[in-house]
């Protein structure tokens, strides 16, 4: 099995009724919008994550995973830990 290298970029996704921050893994060395512009990609991975009613701000959830579909996304953007 081949391992591919990864960094990991903490990131704040928007989607139309949550705030979505975790960590998305991008290949070693490349750019958050190099992994956003794969369009073989329908879901986006984030780990650690941290998911918020956008109207209220409150915490609904804290699950190690969870897989972001590409088309539920309004924004997403790099943030600091």
Do not use: C, Q
């Not at 081949?2 to 060395?29: A, C, F, N, P, S």
């Amino acid at each position: 099995m081949v391992y591919t290298k990864k960094d990991t970029v903490r990131v704040m996704v928007i989607t139309k009724d949550h705030r979505i921050e975790g960590d998305m893994h991008v290949l070693e060395g490349s750019r958050l919008t190099d992994s956003l512009n794969s369009r073989g990609k329908d879901f986006y991975a984030l780990t650690n994550a941290r998911i918020y009613k956008i109207a209220s701000d409150e915490l609904i959830a804290s699950p190690e995973y969870v897989a972001v579909a590409r088309d539920g996304m309004t924004a997403v953007f790099p943030v600091d830990r």
